[in-house]
């Protein structure tokens, strides 16, 4: 990244995960900062739990950067206001005490952190790359926060990671940020060639043109600067599939390693196949699960912002860099998989796309520590489907597949032909060394050409043009709501409430009384609840506590339950 020209705006870095991705996007800031080039960093990350573990890992980095005083790094979360390490207390009229109150200056520099539209006028902001996105939305204020993100070296990190009408979006404000003279980085660790030949709108080479590209490397506009690697430094990670997905089959294997002294990763496609895991592990085994307060549970998105940012705390604190040797089981779902720095000693996974898979074993041997006996080596064991993946096109189980034959597609993961590529690779290579074989591996699950061939073998032609128009859906529809500044300054924007950073719906979020306690003995504010059960609320309702331990309540019609499992609908418990 040092010998990369700073007169190269845009910058493209592929590396395997863990292989200081960040460091490098802090030194390519450094340079330009101190050539007065750029002035500010935004920082984005694909989720909430990364932005807040990245936040603090930078803002540490700072100190060793800047002459005293360093700039503190703004977590760039809605809701939440943290400069640093101090945070802010919302008062009335827009007003913020700050807990440290050091005084009038140090509450100026801090102006950045107290509301979300403020957040890309901080000198260094790290937060999820939704708040870059929102200045390339027909939006209020997308105008101030574009403009204020021109100062910036914009970095998004895992810009694999999004999907069509996320990744149009990015485009369209990457575009008018370059235009005004701004400086962008995007990192991945797989990036496949439709995506990166997008971004650096080239022509999308063939599949044996693809698997031959360098890996790692750096990209600009026009040239490619391969990274050398020591053969030493491959991560050889053996790597089965298992036909059975239970929550108890998933457990069983996790009890197995962790009795024998492992720290256990589990990742699941879906909160509900996490629960059953989960249930399964502390039934067998309690004392070997994650605990928060002195109370096993996992990590998933159906808890309230206050116990989420305990549950990425703790996290961090069992399977962190600098976290003790001890046999442990984590669970969780796509929440654990990205720019996470965690380090497990074997991972269980259910079966993915290629990409998100290797995002996952990126969690694995991160970093160089003691591992137990019989771990010395990293191991994953995918989940899959006990049948043949041919259902999938028609219905869909654990977050791979479709929903019905109709016009419109829906699921988590619904490209099946780059899941049965995905799978095909896992049985004929058990043994997958990192970073070596990723372009293979990442091209043969995601390249068009092998995309159709796997579709053409298994009759699949139909469902991958519905798949393929879906996508192709998706970016237009991102293009009628992205803000062109290239085009007069416009006198109204459309209705901003339907306008998204990310395709959803999204469901009612309720507003608890003060006072109100959650299952880790922690005060809690609001909780957001699925739109699969928001369909007959209208967001204005008031709850209505049943009981408090476990706290248990009413909105509209339905009940619910919150406890250290997360939150569930009363029939389910």
Request: glycine fraction near 8%; proline fraction near 5%.
């Amino acid at each position: 990244m040092a010998g990369t020209s700073l007169s190269e705006n845009l910058v493209i870095l592929e590396a395997e995960t863990g292989a200081g991705k960040t460091e490098a996007a802090l030194w390519r800031f450094a340079q330009l900062y101190e050539n007065g080039t750029v002035d500010s960093l935004y920082f984005a990350v694909p989720t909430r739990a990364a932005a807040r573990q990245l936040q603090g890992r930078i803002d540490k980095t700072l100190q060793s950067m800047f002459f005293d005083p360093a700039p503190e790094a703004v977590l760039a979360i809605p809701g939440q206001a943290v400069s640093g390490e101090a945070h802010g207390i919302r008062l009335p009229a827009f007003e913020v005490k700050w807990d440290d109150d050091t005084g009038n200056e140090s509450r100026a520099k801090r102006w950045a952190a107290e509301h979300a539209t403020r957040f890309l006028a901080a000198q260094i902001a790290v937060g999820t790359v939704d708040q870059a996105m929102m200045a390339g939305l027909q939006v209020k204020h997308a105008h101030l926060r574009g403009s204020a993100l021109s100062r910036s070296l914009l970095v998004i990190d895992e810009v694999h990671a999004s999907d069509a009408w996320m990744t149009e979006i990015q485009r369209g404000v990457l575009r008018d940020h370059l235009a005004l003279g701004g400086h962008a980085l995007l990192m991945s660790a797989t990036l496949g060639a439709v995506a990166r030949s997008a971004w650096r709108e080239t022509p999308l080479p063939s599949l044996p043109e693809a698997e031959q590209t360098p890996y790692p490397a750096v990209w600009t506009k026009d040239d490619c600067f391969p990274v050398h690697t020591d053969d030493g430094a491959q991560k050889e990670v053996a790597i089965t599939a298992h036909k059975g997905w239970s929550g108890e089959e998933a457990a069983a294997m996790a009890i197995s390693a962790a009795r024998g002294g492992a720290r256990v990763l589990v990742i699941r496609n879906t909160v509900d196949r996490a629960r059953e895991t989960h249930a399964a592990c502390v039934d067998e085994a309690p004392d070997l699960v994650l605990q928060l307060n002195d109370t096993p549970t996992l990590h998933h998105s159906r808890f309230a912002a206050e116990d989420r940012a305990l549950l990425d705390a703790r996290v961090e604190a069992v399977l962190g860099k600098d976290s003790p040797a001890q046999a442990v089981i984590v669970i969780g779902t796509q929440t654990l998989e990205q720019s996470l720095d965690i380090d497990a000693d074997i991972l269980i996974t259910d079966l993915c796309p290629m990409d998100v898979l290797l995002q996952r074993i990126g969690r694995l041997h991160r970093h160089n520590r003691s591992r137990p006996e019989g771990y010395e080596q990293a191991s994953a064991v995918v989940l899959c489907p006990e049948g043949e993946l041919d259902r999938l096109t028609s219905e869909p189980e654990n977050g791979l597949g479709t929903y019905g034959r109709n016009t419109t597609l829906s699921g988590v993961y619904l490209d099946v032909p780059g899941l049965a590529a995905t799978l095909h690779e896992i049985e004929t290579a058990p043994l997958w060394r990192i970073p070596q074989m990723n372009r293979r591996l990442v091209e043969r699950a995601t390249h068009p050409e092998r995309l159709d061939e796997i579709a053409a073998q298994h009759g699949w032609q139909d469902y991958r043009r519905r798949v393929t128009g879906k996508i192709i859906a998706e970016t237009m529809g991102a293009q009628n709501v992205i803000l062109d500044r290239r085009e007069a300054f416009p006198c109204t924007f459309p209705n901003e409430e339907a306008i998204r950073t990310r395709l959803g719906e999204s469901g009612a979020v309720v507003a608890f009384p003060d006072g109100t306690v959650g299952p880790f003995g922690t005060p809690i504010s609001t909780l957001a609840l699925p739109a699969h059960w928001s369909r007959d609320l209208t967001g204005d309702e008031s709850p209505e506590i049943i009981t408090t331990s476990p706290l248990t309540f009413r909105v509209g019609a339905t009940g619910l339950v919150y406890d250290a499992s997360g939150l569930t609908r009363l029939e389910e418990t």
